[in-house]
């Protein structure tokens, strides 16, 4: 299924090979418009994916701090997951329309 992630109007990220893990869609690298994203000098540790390095989206006027995340370098257990992008914090995450199917 083709996955978009949406902020402020505009389409973040779009693939068709996402991988779901504890319920986030990870987005391909090469999925995401890298104009929309800032990297920022947050990260959190997961016990068993490892450090989670985090980016800013900015789409036009709107900006929402380390709403996007990736593990570089995730421990062998994530591995699938490497370099890899989820979202929260305001960037939805849905199922690409018909519509925008058609175009691409």
């Given at each position: 299924m083709?996955?978009?992630?949406?902020?402020?109007?505009?389409?973040?990220a779009e693939?068709?090979?996402?991988?779901?893990?504890?319920g986030?869609?990870?987005f391909p690298?090469?999925?995401?418009?890298a104009?929309?994203f800032?990297?920022?000098?947050?990260?959190?540790?997961?016990?068993?994916?490892g450090?989670?390095?985090?980016?800013t989206?900015?789409?036009?006027d709107?900006?929402?701090e380390?709403?996007?995340?990736t593990?570089?370098?995730?421990k062998?257990?994530?591995?699938?997951?490497?370099g890899?992008?989820a979202?929260w914090?305001g960037v939805?995450?849905?199922?690409?329309s018909?519509a925008?199917r058609?175009?691409?």
């Amino acid at each position: 299924m083709r996955m978009q992630a949406i902020f402020n109007g505009e389409v973040v990220a779009e693939s068709d090979d996402t991988v779901v893990v504890e319920g986030n869609h990870y987005f391909p690298p090469d999925a995401i418009r890298a104009e929309f994203f800032t990297p920022t000098t947050s990260h959190t540790t997961c016990p068993w994916k490892g450090v989670a390095s985090y980016y800013t989206v900015t789409v036009g006027d709107r900006a929402s701090e380390d709403a996007a995340w990736t593990y570089p370098e995730p421990k062998p257990a994530a591995r699938e997951i490497t370099g890899y992008v989820a979202f929260w914090r305001g960037v939805q995450v849905q199922p690409a329309s018909d519509a925008d199917r058609s175009g691409s």
